[in-house]
Structure formats: C-alpha cells, structure tokens
C-alpha cells in the first residue's frame, strides 16, 4: 500500500518526503484579508451615517433656536412684517425638505448597514467553517507525521533486516563458491585417480 509523500528509492529503500503545511496558512491569510475588505467598506457607511446624524441634529437645533426667537420676541415685531413670515415659511419648507432628504439618506444607509452586516456574518461563518477545517487538517496532519515517523522507523528496521539477509546471502554463496570449488578438486583428484 502507497502514501502519500512516499518513494521506493534505487536500492529497494522506501523514503518519505515531507509535507508542506503552508497551504492551509495562505487560506486563513486570505479569508483575513476579506474580512478586512469588508469592515473598510462598513467604515464608509459608519462615518456617512455619523456626519447625516450630526446634520440633523444641527437642523434640529437651528429649528428649535429659531422657534425659540419666535416665541422670545414680542408680538408687536411679529405683527409688523409680512415677509418676515413668509421667509420663515420658506426657511421651514427648506428644513422640512433637509429633514425629509436627510430621513430617505438615513434610510438608505440602514438598509446598506444592514445588507454589509449580513454579508459580514456570512464571512465570519465560512471563515470559523474554514478555521473548523483548518484545526482537523492539522489533526489530520499530525496523525499522519507520526505515522510517517512510525513507518519511517519501520522502514528503517526492514532495511537492516534486508542488509543483514544480504550480508548471509553472500556469505553463504561464498561458502558455497568454497565447497563447490573443494567438490570440483576432489572430484578432479578421484578422476584422475581412477583412471
């Protein structure tokens, strides 16, 4: 049976390579990185949404302080001048339309806050479904280093086995090369002696 990393070298020898765990870095690096993409971009709504509530509050102050000039002055000023209500009437109208541009701006912001916040949760889930991976990978990875480490020990062992046999092998064959050549002398000698 053949793994992963695993080689037969020239010598009948089986030799493990080792296995880069980068990979798995690159992703989480990556998946980073997009969430961070993603929280620039909900920088830009969050400030957008501050400077539309700062604006209106300032309407509403310079609404109130007007209101409250109306109501502060006496009611002979307010009787003596016709165009001064109607430009109050036009200032309200174009406070009224601020406000109303303000409200539609204030609502769309929401509306893209609340689309970037559901995007934002979709990437935390792919990214902790990826760290979950990521952890039994490196389970995975561990359990096959010490494997490795075991078979590289085996292997080892049946290569001093297999040297030892050869070491026998050729001491037997050169016991046998000996007795072959003492047979061949004897048997040299008895024809000779025969004849």
């Known amino acids: 049976m053949s793994i992963p990393g695993e080689r037969v070298g ?3 020898e089986v030799e493990v390579e080792k296995v ?10 990556k998946s980073l990185a997009i969430r961070d993409e ?8 969050f400030q957008a949404f501050d400077q539309l509530c700062e604006r209106i509050k300032g309407l509403q102050e310079e609404a ?14 307010l009787v003596t001048s016709k165009t001064s209500k109607s430009q109050q009437q036009i200032e309200s109208g174009i406070i009224f ?3 109303q541009q303000l409200t539609l701006e204030n609502n769309d912001l929401i509306t893209n806050l609340n689309s970037v916040t559901l995007k934002n949760e979709r990437l935390e889930m792919i990214l902790n479904e990826k760290n979950k991976s990521i952890k039994s990978l490196q389970r995975l990875n561990a359990q096959l280093k010490q494997k490795t480490e075991s078979l590289s020990l085996e292997i080892k062992e049946k290569n001093k086995t297999i040297e030892f046999v050869n070491d ?6 050169m016991q046998n090369n000996v007795l072959r050549a ?3 002398h004897y048997r040299a000698e008895r024809d000779s002696g025969a004849h």
């Open 10 to 12: 020239a010598r009948g």
């Open 38 to 45: 993603v929280e620039k971009k909900d920088l830009q709504y």
């Open 20 to 29: 880069s765990s980068t990979a798995w870095a690159n992703e989480v690096l």
């Open 168 to 173: 026998e092998l050729l001491t037997y064959q």
């Open 97 to 99: 339309k601020q406000n």
């Open 182 to 184: 003492h047979y061949q």
């Open 64 to 77: 109130a302080a007007a209101a409250a000039a109306a109501a502060a002055t006496p009611l002979s000023s």
